[in-house]
């Protein structure tokens, strides 16, 4: 499936990355998902920018705080949107938009649906 808008979910719970995968791809985008921020940077080298990225912030290794750090710090990926998706909304990085666990799933395609389009 190629032309979709491509998202990028990094999330260490195989459950919760299943699902938020599986709830895009209903939702007409083409997901990347990564279980740790290593993951992540790996994956970012290798497919086309995505529209989105949403990032958990507690996982093991590179944590949610470092990846979205080195985004903004890589050219080609810093204007790449970014949500946290956190069980600790609190820990967020100021100026990015924020969906605390359990996630409003509608407000998130929502959020991905309007960076896809602009």
């Known amino acids: 499936m190629h032309g979709l808008p491509m998202v990028l979910v990094v999330e260490d ?3 919760t990355r ?9 939702e007409g985008f083409d997901v990347a998902a ?9 994956l970012l080298a290798e497919i086309t920018s995505p529209c989105a990225v949403l990032i958990d912030l507690t996982m ?8 979205v750090q ?8 810093a204007s790449i949107p970014v949500a946290i998706v956190s069980a600790s909304p609190e820990r967020a990085p ?10 409003d799933v509608e407000a998130l395609v929502e959020f991905v649906r309007d960076k896809a389009a602009a």
């Open 18 to 26: 299943s699902a938020l995968s599986e709830y895009l791809q209903y």
């Open 34 to 42: 990564a279980s740790s921020g290593a993951e992540a940077i790996h």
């Open 70 to 77: 080195y985004l903004r710090g890589q050219k080609r990926l």
């Open 13 to 15: 719970d195989v459950d």
């Open 94 to 103: 100021a100026g990015f938009r924020v969906f605390a666990k359990p996630i």
């Open 60 to 67: 093991p290794g590179l944590t949610g705080e470092e990846l």
